[in-house]
């Protein structure tokens, strides 16, 4: 499975979008970019995922450049409670279903 | 609701005991995995199992056990030749492959 690399944190204003950014640049064709939270002492939580095109849901969005080296995941009105350690993972189709989570990134969303 | 149990929250061992975690999902799912989190890092792969009756080691099964006698429960032994049980366990499930692993809130392991 390709590398991930994150900034170790980021700080957001509540009400204001949160955008956090990726690098694969390793990325291959068959890898799809995932995208888990964890706040502190709970299990990961599912936020969203995809292949090539952006994409959207209920907690957020996923932007994916065209040569699929880098996303941002986009939090558009961020509150406290989405402070937590965001992971992003990509995971190649067959791979065991073996998620990798690296170290992440630490979001702090401030008053 | 549907979603991923996962018992106790705390537990605690003697030294050279065995202990069970217990995992159970009602989302009717196929798969399902253990992981193990330390402080500060990632998690890491134990078990998973891709249907009843049938599980593969991850990366780091040495130490622990598994069974997956029903597809709603996937119970996890941390035998006493694991050497540093203390940590975060995980259990998830999918559906299948490339489709979103869901997790419970977790057991934490502590050596008395």
């Given amino acids: ?111 | 609701d549907g979603g991923i149990t996962q018992s106790p929250k705390y537990l605690f061992r003697k030294e050279g005991q065995n202990v069970t975690l217990s995992c159970e999902q009602n989302l009717n799912h196929d798969a399902m995995y253990w992981y193990r989190q330390d402080p500060g890092q990632g998690l890491r792969l134990i078990y998973y199992s891709h249907i009843v009756n049938d599980f593969q080691k991850g990366d780091i099964a040495e130490g622990y056990s598994v069974s997956r006698e029903k597809k709603e429960s996937f119970p996890l032994t941390v035998t006493s030749a694991q050497k540093n049980p203390t940590a975060f366990y995980l259990c998830a499930s999918s559906i299948g492959d490339n489709q979103p692993q869901h997790f419970g809130d977790g057991t934490r392991l502590s050596i008395l």
């Fill in chain 1, 1 to 111: 499975d390709a590398k991930t690399t994150q900034p170790p944190s980021m700080d957001c204003a509540e009400g204001r979008a949160a955008n956090l950014p990726c690098n694969h640049s390793t990325i291959s064709g068959n890898e799809y970019v995932y995208w888990y939270r964890q706040i502190h002492s709970q299990g990961p939580q599912y936020i969203i995922h995809g292949l090539k095109n952006n994409e959207t849901n209920e907690m957020a969005s996923l932007i994916i450049t065209e040569d699929r080296k880098s996303s941002t995941l986009i939090l558009p009105h961020a509150t406290l409670r989405d402070t937590a350690v965001y992971y992003c993972i990509v995971r190649v189709s067959g791979s065991n279903y073996k998620l990798t989570f690296g170290k992440g990134t630490l979001l702090t969303v401030n008053p």
